[in-house]
């Protein structure tokens, strides 16, 4: 069995190593022009030329859970798509999230600010039940996320494309259900994938809709966000906040504003990252199952997009 891997902006070498490890007696070298047909692929952003070049390709294994950047790409039609199906992605997220979450409810930016000038002060608690948080997609990461949410006592809810229904967390679906989740919401998760039907979704309409001193944690794609509209409504006091993790443009441009805006806090697509051992792990296994015709998770529908 031959193995490709074209992944960009990634250390490819520990891949390889690992995958040859993981599969042993497959041929499993770096994809360069001209390189031969592969049966599988491991991928991260790989270019059109590389997908033009593997025209038979059973499988394509993307390094990451989000396909935005794969399903843009004319794809060889009987190729298996499939996504990181967490691989220890999850519970990175649920840490992320929560950290955020809690520091601007239990109000911990103040008192740094304040013990760091020397000032013994206390705030007056304020009550959970005021600040219910939303998570958008309840998917394999949304739904880890609101439930450790619920477990520190949030007033949970979250929204996806089809019905759910998941322990402790208020759940709404569709977009005739979208106005009255955020309505209820005053701390914004965002957690969908990136497609035609949520591009732009965190924009002045959907924000404003948010509870008066409302916040954003956007952690899933830049491309989600309308920028001028997040900060027009930070400065008229409709948010209170933002922590953004993923930008329209990566590394964030210097001069942004983000970057000075005494509201925002930028993190650098960190929330949860690739775990090399745990990534191909998962691969070798569905790569061994595929073979076998057995069915594997993951699979990504081409025609939603994710
Ligand atoms: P997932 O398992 O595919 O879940 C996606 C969820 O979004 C599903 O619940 C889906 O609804 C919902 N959804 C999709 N389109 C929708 C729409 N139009 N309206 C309402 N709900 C919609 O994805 P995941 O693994 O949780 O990952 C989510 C995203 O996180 C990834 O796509 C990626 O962009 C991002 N991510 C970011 C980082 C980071 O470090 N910042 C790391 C990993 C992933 P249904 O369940 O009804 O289909
Ligand atoms: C990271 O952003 C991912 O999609 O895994």
Redesign the pocket.
């Known amino acids: 069995m031959r193995i490709t891997v074209c992944c960009t902006d990634t250390k490819v070498p520990p891949w390889l190593e690992g995958l040859r490890a993981a599969i042993p007696g497959a041929e499993v070298e770096e994809w360069r022009p001209g390189a031969p047909q592969a049966d599988h692929a491991v991928v991260w952003a790989p270019p059109q030329q590389f997908l033009d070049e593997q025209p038979r390709l059973k499988g394509i294994f993307n390094i990451?859970?989000?396909?935005?950047a794969l399903v843009k790409l004319r794809l060889p039609p009987q190729a298996v798509v499939v996504?990181l199906?967490?691989a220890g992605?999850s519970v990175q997220?649920a840490e992320f999230v929560c950290h955020y979450a809690i520091r601007f409810f239990r109000e911990l930016d103040g008192y740094e600010a304040d013990t760091a000038a020397g000032k013994w002060s206390f705030r007056r608690p304020r009550p959970r039940a005021d600040f219910p948080v939303g998570v958008?997609?309840?998917?394999?990461?949304?739904?880890r996320v609101a439930q450790a949410l619920a477990a520190f006592e949030f007033p949970v809810r979250g929204?996806?494309?089809?019905a759910?229904e998941v322990a402790g967390v208020e759940c709404f679906?569709?977009?005739e259900q979208f106005d009255a989740f955020l309505s209820g919401t005053r701390i914004l998760v965002n957690?969908?994938?990136?497609?035609a039907?949520?591009e732009g979704i965190l924009e002045r309409r959907t924000l404003s809709r948010l509870q008066p001193g409302g916040f954003l944690i956007n952690?899933?794609?830049g491309a989600h966000l309308v920028d001028a509209d997040l900060l027009a409504l930070l400065d008229s006091g409709h948010l209170a906040g933002a922590v953004l993790?993923?930008f329209r443009e990566e590394p964030l441009p210097a001069g942004h504003p983000f970057w000075s805006h005494p509201k925002v806090v930028v993190t650098p697509?960190?929330?949860?990252?690739t775990l090399r051992d745990e990534s191909i792990a998962q691969i070798a296994r569905k790569i061994r199952a595929l073979e076998e015709g057995k069915p594997i998770a993951g699979v990504v529908d081409r025609h939603?997009g994710?």
Do not use: E, F, I, N
């Not at 957690?191 to 497609?195: A, G, M, V």
């Open positions: 990451g859970a989000g396909v935005d996504r199906d967490d992605m997220m958008m997609g309840l998917g394999v990461l949304g739904q929204w996806s494309r089809g759910k679906a569709g977009t957690l969908l994938p990136l497609t039907d949520t952690v899933a794609r993790d993923v697509h960190t929330s949860a990252r939603k994710y």
